[in-house]
């Protein structure tokens, strides 16, 4: 074989396509960066000037939102969507964590694999789905309820929130019980030694030494909730009123999507200036509850 | 108590016991009596049966899938097996160390608080006293009495069991089962565990499965050999090891198998 | 000390649990509610939507003369917009989880990355949707199409195939790396032929699941690559791909919500169920191979 130095030309060339593959994947590594810097500068761009018009104050706690009449105020749709959003988490995350146990530790192996995977069906099926059946199932219920009380039916805060509730419990039923089924067995048979009832090992022992894969489950689903668009839409009536469990309610995400086709001028901007301000809502929730349940969960 | 006296009592009776995982005979016609206040050493090769005979005995058993039991074991003469045996009294009255230390992952205090507050203590005063005592109880009371708010992960190894056997004793039992209680530590805290068991027969019946012989023979009263499944021998700890009286005892002690 | 904890009572002395009971029927019973409402919504679905499927509904466009309702132009917006967000996102998700596995130095740049990517898939698809719109729709000239769409799901996806990826990659023990690289490997040389191949199931897992998203989207999409799904593809792949066109979740909402029509919408449903379900099932089935070999 031919006498090589350690710098001939073969190995040469060699180093050349390793710094460009090099190059080549940090390109890639730090797209995600850039996409998330070009975002936040575009959010904040074509946001930002119909909030200066408006006024930020007006904007954020007006509580008319009427466009053709130049009324922009969000503060019905902020208020709506943190009730809806707290409402569903109240309900979903102990009824989740309370079906992940009856899951992983309850029921045979056999019967709670199927389950298991009828549930993670659910978690993937596109939002708009859950829409159309909260618009079948549910809403017609919650118009009985109104006529019963005397309201006018319609779309309403409620059918909003129990659709919402509906969306993210597979995730949270799935996210908890895959915590709990990681828990080491010793925890559970520690418990049971020292003379507590299985019940209480499961409450006691197991799902606290879940909690952080829990509380995943809980971000997911808060973003996934507060995020949510259509299914929303679908059944929550829609007008940018103060909230009210029975009456028709607008959250958040909800106006660019009904709006964005016969929108222009400033109300197109207004719908900008939404983005910003659910997109701050995002960042902020995201970034808090990382920090602040990261922290408990240590 | 006078030494002749609790030397005697026989603290718990097993009569015919037989057990099956499915179709495996794991035990097969176990007959044994635990002396009260002795350090009973159950010894053999992995795959015995000593684990399975140990958790016979607090009914640990009854959460595996497929395990049937037959014969009798008898605690101060209620048969644990028998009808309308409430598991939770009978494991409160005989407390288990098992093979890896596994403390709960919260604080050293409630640790040991856990089993008292699942029996109902609930004052304050009382669980303090139950903390200092058992902690003393399980020599490491000096090491964590200034950190019982710390989490009981970040103790080492050796402290993490013997906080185990501290939680074991917080319930207040007869009876404290150890399972291979050394086989993960370091020789030091191993050392450690051994003086504590010494001392802790004062006051506790303890059955303890090694798979160590220097070890049951340096801590044990009594020593009772299994092998597939079947009680060999069972004899005082020196005359099982200076003159057994079954072969395979002798083969297994001598290190022939094993 | 707490007579609690007294020791003269006999083990035949049952404790009285109300509690414990009532709270074991409460469990079964909410339990049993949950699931019996999830194999409810999966049972309605199938079967309202089932007899819309036909071979007409699912291979023609709508026709308002005939008055008959096709969804096949959706059905190849979604395809359209599967592979070619695929095709984008593919290189650049993996690129990125080897080059934050394997070649990053800088913990800085590495915990920006990671904090870059947890961020993106936490924000909402309706935010993707403005985003995609000023950007490729506005600022790049696309106008409301599929292409604008597609650099849009591409983004959106990007989290999933990074986090993916980076799981495979960590999988493949450290052994094999140290293996080629002692042999006098390059880096690049390793990466192409042991981590690539060792983590290929992982990858795989990593599309089905972004595949998974896509067909979900109705937001995002709605918003960039918009509208009608009226007529059947025609013209070059450029003309149809910077056209606009709905895909299927988008078509559904427009059935359901803007007109009402709920037959047409379960049909959609049901079409969009049994991907998801055969989506499922292929996760299985890479799960399942990785676990034989």
Request: proline fraction near 4%; hydrophobic fraction near 45%.
């Amino acid at each position: 074989m031919e006498q090589m130095g350690l710098t001939t030309g073969r190995n040469k060339s060699k180093s050349t396509v390793e710094r460009i593959m090099n190059i080549i994947f940090l390109i890639c590594g730090l797209a995600a960066v850039i996409c998330v810097i070009c975002m936040t500068v575009y959010m904040i761009i074509s946001g930002w000037p119909a909030i200066q018009k408006i006024g930020v104050f007006e904007f954020l706690f007006g509580q008319v939102w009427d466009p053709e009449n130049s009324e922009f105020g969000i503060a019905p749709m902020i208020l709506s969507s943190i009730i809806a959003t707290f409402s569903a988490i109240l309900v979903a995350l102990p009824l989740g964590i309370l079906v992940a146990v009856f899951l992983s530790k309850l029921i045979p192996g056999r019967l709670s694999s199927i389950l298991r995977t009828l549930i993670d069906l659910l978690a993937g099926i596109p939002s708009v789905v859950y829409g159309l059946l909260g618009a079948i199932l549910i809403v017609p219920l919650i118009f009985e309820l109104q006529t019963s009380l005397g309201l006018p039916t319609s779309g309403c805060l409620l059918s909003a929130i129990i659709i919402l509730i509906i969306m993210i419990l597979p995730t949270i039923i799935s996210v908890s019980e895959t915590a709990i089924r990681a828990v080491p067995q010793q925890y559970e048979d520690a418990s049971l030694a020292l003379g507590s009832t299985k019940l209480q090992s499961i409450f006691r022992a197991t799902v606290p030494a879940a909690k952080s894969g829990i509380v995943a489950g809980m971000v997911l689903g808060v973003g996934r909730a507060i995020g949510e668009a259509m299914a929303v839409i679908m059944v929550a009536g829609n007008a940018a009123i103060m909230p009210e469990f029975l009456k028709p309610a607008r959250l958040l995400t909800a106006s660019i999507p009904i709006e964005w086709a016969y929108s222009s001028g400033l109300h197109r901007e207004a719908l900008y200036g939404i983005g910003l301000v659910l997109f701050i809502f995002i960042m902020v929730i995201n970034i808090v509850l990382n920090m602040v349940l990261k922290k408990a969960v240590n | 108590m006078n030494e002749v006296e609790t030397q005697n009592k026989v603290k718990i009776h097993t009569k015919n016991l037989d057990l099956f995982y499915g179709d495996v005979h794991a035990l097969k016609d176990v007959n044994l009596d635990i002396q009260s206040h002795n350090v009973t050493a159950l010894i053999g090769p992995s795959g015995c049966g000593k684990s399975t005979y140990l958790k016979t005995l607090n009914r640990m058993n009854d959460t595996i899938d497929g395990v049937k039991i037959t014969g009798d074991v008898f605690l101060d003469n209620e048969n644990v097996y028998g009808k309308g045996v409430d598991v939770t009294i009978l494991r409160k009255k005989v407390g288990m160390v098992f093979q890896s230390p596994n403390p709960f992952p919260m604080s050293i205090y409630d640790n040991i608080t856990y089993g008292p507050r699942m029996h109902g203590v609930k004052k304050r005063i009382e669980l303090d006293e139950i903390v200092e005592k058992s902690l003393k109880g399980a020599a490491i009371w000096d090491e964590v009495k200034d950190r019982m708010k710390k989490s009981a992960l970040s103790l080492s190894g050796g402290q993490q069991q013997r906080l185990c056997i501290a939680r074991a004793l917080a319930t207040q039992p007869d009876v404290l089962l150890m399972d291979e209680p050394t086989s993960a530590l370091d020789p030091i805290s191993t050392t450690k565990i051994e003086e504590l068991i010494a001392e802790l027969k004062k006051n506790y019946s303890i059955v303890i499965v090694t798979h160590n012989m220097q070890q049951a023979a340096r801590i044990s009263d009594d020593t009772a050999f299994f092998l597939l499944g079947e009680l060999i021998e069972n004899h005082k700890t020196e005359t099982i090891f200076s003159s057994p009286q079954d072969k395979r005892t002798e083969d297994y002690i001598t290190g022939r198998f094993g | 000390m707490s007579d609690k904890l007294s020791n003269d009572v006999a083990i035949t002395d049952r404790k009285k649990r109300p509690f414990e009971k009532l709270f074991y029927s409460v469990i079964y019973l909410l339990s049993g509610c949950v699931l019996a409402l999830v194999i409810y919504f999966i049972a309605i679905i199938l079967i309202r939507g089932l007899p819309a499927l036909s071979l007409s509904f699912l291979t023609s466009a709508p026709n308002p003369i005939q008055q008959t309702i096709g969804i096949f132009p959706s059905i190849v917006n979604t395809l359209y917009i599967i592979f070619f967000t695929l095709l984008c996102c593919i290189p650049i998700g993996v690129g990125g989880a080897i080059y934050l596995n394997e070649y990053a130095k800088n913990k800085r740049l590495v915990s920006a990355i990671e904090f870059a990517t947890e961020t993106l898939s936490g924000v909402p698809s309706i935010l993707y949707g403005v985003f995609g719109y000023v950007v490729f729709c506005l600022l790049f000239g696309f106008k409301v199409s599929l292409i604008a769409g597609i650099l849009t799901l591409t983004i959106m996806v990007l989290p999933i195939m990074i986090r993916t990826t980076q799981e495979a990659l960590k999988s493949v023990p450290v052994s094999y790396r140290e293996g080629a690289l002692g042999m006098g490997a390059t880096k690049w040389y390793m990466v192409r032929t042991i981590l690539l191949p060792s983590s290929l199931k992982g990858i795989l897992t990593g599309i089905i699941l972004s595949i998974g998203r896509m067909v979900s989207e109705s937001a995002a999409l709605l918003l960039t690559a918009g509208g009608s799904a009226m007529y059947m593809p025609k013209g070059s792949l450029w003309d149809q791909l910077s056209s606009s066109g709905s895909t299927l979740s988008v078509e559904l909402y427009r059935y359901a919500y803007s007109r009402g029509d709920n037959e047409t919408a379960f049909g959609i449903a049901a079409v969009l169920i049994l991907i998801v379900i055969l989506l499922n099932l292929l996760t299985r089935f890479i799960a399942g191979r990785l676990n034989t070999q």
